[in-house]
């Protein structure tokens, strides 16, 4: 039985009397092949992306683009497909699935949702709130304005706008 960490190379074989053989023939640890996403309109933080192809229960990790190293997507392997749930700060980009042999592989690129502002109330007043519409503003984690003053904001479901006082 191979180990689920073993690494490729050379098998060592070990005698009764305790000599070491080395063989010629190096083994070469497999890694998920075949890797399909399922088509999504939308990829977005909190959903979750289905890869489907081959010898996907060797996955021990994903990441996905963004940051430094990329960062950690939650995953799970049930009936032949991978489900990995998009993490907040997860970036354009390939996801890096990676097994305990150390190998990696990298599915097709995906591109996260971003916010999308529609219109902007006309009229705004110091102290006062101002809406704004558009699409996927639920992603949005600030609201400023030019000098960078901060403004309070509130996201509502029911609408899918923002509200911000200046």
């Known amino acids: 039985t191979v180990p689920s960490d073993a690494k490729d190379g050379a098998l060592t074989l070990i005698s009764a009397a305790q000599q070491e053989i080395v063989t010629e023939q190096k083994i070469v640890m497999r890694v998920p092949a075949g890797l399909e996403l399922a088509a999504e309109n939308v990829y977005k933080p909190g959903r979750e992306i289905v890869i489907t192809g081959t010898d996907l ?96 904001f509130s996201y509502s479901s029911e609408t899918g706008d923002i509200t911000a006082t200046i």
């Open 57 to 152: 229960d060797l996955v021990t990790g994903v990441k996905f683009a963004g940051g430094e190293s990329g960062v950690d997507g939650t995953f799970s392997y049930a009936d032949g497909a991978l489900k990995v749930t998009v993490p907040d700060a997860a970036a354009d980009g390939a996801l890096t699935l990676s097994t305990a042999a150390g190998k990696s592989v990298q599915t097709a690129s995906v591109t996260m949702a971003k916010p999308v502002i529609t219109a902007v109330s006309s009229t705004v007043v110091a102290g006062e709130t101002f809406a704004v519409s558009g699409t996927d503003l639920d992603l949005v984690t600030g609201v400023t304005f030019s000098g960078d003053a901060a403004a309070e």
